[in-house]
């Protein structure tokens, strides 16, 4: 049934020659298969293989967006570019914890323990570790989107694929923009940058600053609105190039956010807007905020520096070698509360901290019949989640157990009737009980990894590629938790073991050989069929926690492998431009995260696999009109025998089947100096569930959004006037659900972005 799926989609994409939302590079580069008639107009040049190509030329399912297209469709942040990419789903449940999906793999857990899957990669550096992940989307060359495990390329972290930032870079002369707009929601936008400089050494600095208000309102008192923004992002570039053979990029980025807390809402605990969504909620927090959480209101407090120094020598005919090196430290301090009621009851906060260094060395090399690349790599990270909890005795055991039916928990008037039980269960010698603990899971990871591709050309026609990454790393892991016996109960109100402050440390050593294999066919200069096998893999978790002694109780998760196999076609024929791709996923020992007593934990589900199609289209139909859509379906998940227990047959986590995005770029010139543009698109995401296992209550029916964005450019384009518009048709729908209150009874759900509209003004010099 799934292979015939899988057919019946490929012979539709096969008709359409394909689906890329891909733009036009703003800079043109040579080809790499050297063929002289090969037209380079409007190619896109990526270095998803760390050397410069045309897209078309890369054989590995690859999607790109230019940072032009992003304007087009009116992209701001990161989190809105997934809606236009196929078989990529990216949720920023808040900046402090975004998830990136690829092909249905989800890489978002924030325990220092657990290892990412899906590499974030910013200037060729991965910044993979969830809690320093995020940052603003603003004055970015382009995105590269790689699908399939790609080891060689990208590091361990690149279990299913990988999503590289590239900023965009200074250049010779001065040039500057700035765009401001206001929206509804009290929006207001500021961004753009200032380039200078000449043939030797050039500067630009950028930023991006957003603010917002909530779209949730909160009635808790001394409380903000939810799911404000506060958000800035700084970014500062040196570019020196003395010779033609010889370029060093430094780049300097600060990224900060002061946004207010995230709506987990709950349907079962007193009157809020799950139903609405858009409603008013009651999320009150600790009257102990301050002191145990770190903050007296729900929010996000972070602070993100990275620091990263590029340099590229082509110091022999043909060789090339390149070293990257980057720095980034995260703190980020997130107050919620968990329960999603006006009850004193899941109090949580996390602060989140750490900071990551890596050293690339890479010699390339490159002739008519051979293209070769070797090198070492070298990354550690040391990261901390702390997570205190406060709650109120008789509220907790309450809101936990209903030990007293009658009074239930939160009335429909947000009152938390259950905080009256501590007096009832202790006879009035007590109106409240405060309890507050907190547990802390640390990580110190290490790599030292050499890798290699080789690709000869037997024929002008074939490429075939070879190679691997030889890994060996160090996962140190730590756990400790403060865990008091609650006053009048007896004991913790949270099933964890105290370690009474005392930090557990276990160690462990892992090495691993991950190849893969390439094949590429000039069918003509511009259409070229590809295939790979790779193998990918998720690291081992030292999982360490407590057990009753206390001791150190250490559960050493398997690697999770995954073997890929597809196969494609991608290329231009007048003018169309488009990729078609088929995929085959095998997975061993599928590592799945779930949130146990307050905590995210990793289990083995056992085996899985994804079977899935790919597809591209783009049509210039004149030279002021264009037309683009994609198309993703995966039939796929944990696979449905007995041995994989509750999880068997499971849908994976965030994955819909079916996702696709159509729309069209109108530019027309009105008179010599002026233009009119339009960019309306439409994005479809079939049924997600939010959990592993499944559940109907945890998941979000399909999703149809309208985008538009539109306006006059003046000048040739020195001015710009333009209006936006997402999520036209204000469709109701949820972000998230299930969350830290789910493992306690009470799932709660976060609703997705409303309708947001505004304008703005651009300048450019």
């Not at 799934?2 to 394909?18: D, E, N, S, Y």
Request: glycine share 10%; aromatic share 12%; hydrophobic share 35%.
């Amino acid at each position: 049934m799934k292979f015939g799926i899988c057919i019946k989609t490929l012979m539709v994409g096969t008709a359409l020659a394909g689906i890329p939302v891909a733009a036009y590079a703003d800079e043109a580069g040579a080809a790499a298969s050297g063929a002289a008639d090969i037209d380079d107009s409007n190619q896109i040049v990526v270095t998803a293989q760390k050397v410069e190509q045309r897209a078309v030329d890369v054989p590995i399912t690859l999607s790109v967006a230019s940072g032009e297209r992003m304007r087009e469709l009116g992209v701001t942040d990161i989190g809105e570019l997934s809606a236009y990419i196929p078989g990529l789903n990216i949720q920023v449940q808040s900046a402090n914890n975004p998830g990136f999906v690829i092909r249905g793999i989800t890489s978002d857990s924030g325990s220092a323990q657990q290892g990412p899957r899906v590499t974030l990669y910013y200037n060729g550096v991965d910044i993979s570790r969830s809690r320093g992940a995020y940052q603003g989307n603003y004055d970015l060359e382009r995105i590269e989107v790689v699908k399939g495990p790609q080891a060689t390329l990208f590091g361990t972290a690149a279990t299913i694929g990988a999503i590289s930032l590239v900023s965009a870079k200074p250049q010779p002369g001065v040039s500057a923009e700035v765009t401001g707009g206001y929206g509804n929601l009290n929006a207001y936008r500021l961004e753009g940058f200032v380039n200078a400089g000449n043939d030797v050494i050039a500067g630009r600095v950028a930023w991006q600053w957003k603010k917002r208000d909530g779209y949730v309102k909160n009635l808790a008192p001394d409380q903000d609105d939810l799911y404000g923004q506060d958000q800035l992002g700084l970014r500062g570039s040196l570019r020196f190039t003395p010779s033609s053979d010889f370029t060093a990029d430094l780049v300097f980025t600060y990224d900060r956010q002061r946004n207010t807390g995230t709506p987990f809402l709950s349907k079962d605990l007193g009157s809020t807007s799950v139903d609405g969504l858009y409603g008013a909620a009651y999320l009150g927090g600790s009257p102990y905020s301050a002191q145990v959480l770190g903050s007296d209101k729900l929010g996000l407090n972070r602070d993100v520096y990275d620091v990263n120094f590029t340099t590229s020598w082509d110091f022999a005919d043909g060789w090339n070698f390149t070293t990257v090196n980057g720095y980034r430290h995260f703190d980020a301090l997130e107050v919620f509360d968990a329960d999603g009621s006006a009850a004193w009851y899941l109090e949580f906060a996390e602060h989140a901290k750490g900071w990551q260094a890596s050293h690339e060395g890479r010699f390339t090399y490159s002739d008519d019949q051979w293209r070769a690349s070797f090198g070492w790599n070298y990354f550690i990270e040391d990261s901390s989640q702390y997570v205190p909890f406060s709650s109120e005795v008789g509220t907790y055991l309450q809101c936990t157990a209903n030990l007293i039916p009658s009074l239930g928990c939160v009335n429909a008037a947000n009152v938390a009737t259950g905080a009256l039980a501590t007096s009832y269960l202790t006879g009035g010698g007590y109106s409240a009980v405060p309890y507050s603990s907190w547990y802390e899971n640390k990580g110190r990871n290490q790599s030292w990894s050499m890798f290699g591709d080789v690709t000869f050309k037997p024929v002008p026609q074939l490429e075939l590629t070879a190679g691997a990454r030889v890994l060996i790393e160090k996962r140190r892991s730590g756990y400790s938790a403060y865990q008091p016996d609650a006053p009048v109960y007896g004991q913790p109100l949270l099933p964890l073991v105290d370690t009474d402050g005392e930090t557990y440390y276990a160690q462990r050593s892992f090495a691993a050989v991950l190849p893969r294999l390439n094949a590429l066919y000039h069918l003509t200069p511009n259409i070229n069929f590809y295939a790979t096998i790779s193998e990918g893999r998720r690291s081992p978790v030292v999982q360490l926690s407590a057990a009753g002694g206390p001791v150190a109780d250490l559960d050493l998760i398997k690697a999770e492998t995954v073997w890929n196999y597809e196969a494609g076609i991608k290329g231009s024929v007048g003018i169309f431009s488009g990729s078609l791709g088929v995929y085959y996923d095998d997975y061993s020992n599928f590592q799945v995260t779930v949130t146990e007593n307050g905590q995210s934990v990793t289990r083995s589900a056992g085996s899985a696999s994804n079977l899935g199609v790919e597809a591209e289209l783009e049509a210039k139909l004149t030279t002021w009109l264009s037309a683009f859509g994609n198309v993703g379906f995966i039939s796929g998940g944990i696979d449905d025998n007995a041995s994989n227990g509750v999880y068997a047959g499971d849908q994976f986590r965030l994955q819909p089947k079916w996702q696709w995005a159509a729309g069209f770029n109108l530019n027309v010139p009105v008179t010599e100096n002026t233009s009119v543009f339009l960019t309306p698109s439409v994005t479809y995401r079939s049924k997600i569930y939010f959990e592993i296992p499944n559940s109907e209550e945890i998941s979000q029916d399909p999703v149809t959004l309208v985008n538009l964005r539109g306006g006059v450019s003046l000048m040739n384009g020195k001015f710009q006037i333009a209006g936006y518009a997402r999520n036209l048709g204000n469709e109701k729908y949820l972000l998230d659900a299930g969350n830290t209150g789910g493992s306690f009874g009470h799932a709660t759900y976060i609703p997705a972005e409303p309708r947001t509209y505004g304008i703005e003004f651009t300048a450019r010099y």
